[in-house]
Structure formats: C-alpha cells, structure tokens
C-alpha cells in the first residue's frame, strides 16, 4: 500500500519561506506525475504545482510562479516544494498528489490516483 506523508508546514511570517515535503512510502512511486495542491478555509481545493518524472514538465499555478519551486529526488520517492515570499493568502491546508496519467489530468485535480494527508501552512501578517 502506497502512501504519501507531507510534512515541513508550520506558522511564517509573510515574506518568510518554508519548504514542505511529500514521501511516497510502500512500492517505489518515481514514474507518477506529482503535484501540490492546496485548500483554504472556505474554498475549492487549487492545483499549486506539477511535475513529471523526469522533470521535463514542471508548472505552477499564475498566483504563485516565481515565488514557488516544485522538485523531486527520485531516489527518495520525495517531491519537494519550496515556497518563498510567502503571502497570508498562501495559508491552507496543502496536499500532495500523485497520478500516473497526464499533467492535464494532474492540473485538473479529479479524482488522482493517490493524496496524502495535507500538511497546514499558516501565513501571518
């Protein structure tokens, strides 16, 4: 059984940077797309960024490209996301993803393949 276990989130100050997380634990996982999503209070779940496996396709969303870097170490079955220049608006619960399929798939946030837990990022002001 595969499982996907976030962790790194926390309480930063806006400007601040925090890097989350995401193992696949169970059978080795390196040939899926994965993908960070994130869901505050209040709202729909939003994809936040992507990646394939070789890294040949790596997306993040409009509000947070340039400031949020998606990456992956196989080795580990970790995908990684390093957010900087952190917004209150960034806060929410953020899951990891993962789907064997397309990006399009991916991005689209319907019913993927496996999530993890949600790890809690708050931002203050």
């Known amino acids: 059984q595969v499982q996907l276990i976030e962790s790194g989130g926390g309480l930063v100050q806006a400007g601040g940077s925090l890097r989350l997380s995401c193992a696949a634990s169970g059978r080795p996982f390196s040939r899926s797309l994965m993908a960070w999503f994130r869901q505050a209070p209040g709202k729909e779940r939003e994809f936040v960024c992507g990646?394939?496996?070789?890294?040949?396709?790596?997306y993040c969303t409009d509000s947070v490209r340039g400031r949020f870097t998606i990456s992956r170490d196989n080795s580990k079955n970790t995908v990684y996301l390093q957010m900087s220049s952190l917004k209150p608006e960034d806060a929410a619960v953020y899951y990891c993803?993962?789907?064997?399929?397309?990006?399009?798939?991916?991005?689209?946030?319907?019913?993927?393949?496996?999530w993890g837990q949600g790890t809690l990022v708050t931002v203050s002001s």
């Open positions: 993803a993962a789907d064997s399929r397309s990006p399009s798939i991916v991005v689209a946030g319907k019913n993927l393949e496996l």
């Open positions: 990646v394939t496996w070789g890294g040949s396709w790596a």
